[in-house]
Structure formats: C-alpha cells, structure tokens
C-alpha cells in the first residue's frame, strides 16, 4: 500500500485547509486511518483515526472540535478537515493506514503498517 498526502499549504490564523490522502491497493477499505503530525524539534503525534467503515472516530484532545476526519472508500481517501488554525498546529502532517480491522490503539505510531510522506501545514499569527 502506498500513501499519498496532499493539501497543506500557509494559512492564516482562523484560517481552514483540507488534507487528503490517497491509498495505492483494493484493501483500502478495511483499513483503519490514521492522520499525525510532526513539528521541528518534536517527536511526531497522533492528531486524528478513523475506523475502516468510518462509523468511529478518535481525535486528540487538542483539535477536537475543529477537526475533522473521514474517508471515502470508493475513492481510497481519507480526509482531514481542519478548520479554527492556530500556529500551533504547524507541522508536516502524515496519514497512515492499519492493516488491523479492530479499531485500537490508533493513538500509537506503532499501531500503523504504511505511512504517507507528508505534507506541511503552516499556520501564520
């Protein structure tokens, strides 16, 4: 499976961007999906996961309520979201899949079989 992340960019406090990420494969869809970010000097943490139905969702305390993650399997994308920016949530943002059907432990790196590359999220004050 390869994963490809797009839709980063600058924007400006208050500001809204969408990420996506596009999955190589036909299992796709029985993956669980996962959105995490790394930002110079800190060590990379889970933002957002989505079950392989999109029926269940987990975000960290710190973007819940102004993100957003979801997917469409037709497509092989996940999404996220992400409205209300604050500088804080600059980073270079990855998507990551789970082989896993069970929707556990999506807060940990380890969970994750495939990652994306990244994309870079800037947010100005």
């Known amino acids: 499976v390869q994963l490809q992340a797009s839709g980063g960019g600058l924007v400006q406090a208050g500001g809204s961007l969408r990420l996506s990420c596009v999955a190589s494969?036909?299992?796709?869809?029985?993956?669980?999906m996962g959105w995490f970010r790394q930002a110079p000097g800190k060590e990379r943490e889970f933002v957002a996961a989505?079950?392989?139905?999109?029926?269940?969702?987990y975000y960290a305390d710190s973007v819940k309520g102004r993100f957003t993650i979801s997917r469409d399997n037709a497509k092989n994308t996940v999404y996220l979201q992400m409205n209300s920016l604050k500088p804080e949530d600059s980073a270079v943002y990855y998507c990551a899949a789970d082989r896993d059907v069970l929707f556990r432990d999506v807060r940990s790196l380890a969970t994750y079989d495939y990652w994306g590359q990244g994309t870079q999220v800037t947010v100005s004050s």
């Open positions: 989505v079950s392989w139905s999109g029926g269940s969702t």
């Open positions: 494969g036909r299992t796709f869809s029985v993956y669980s």
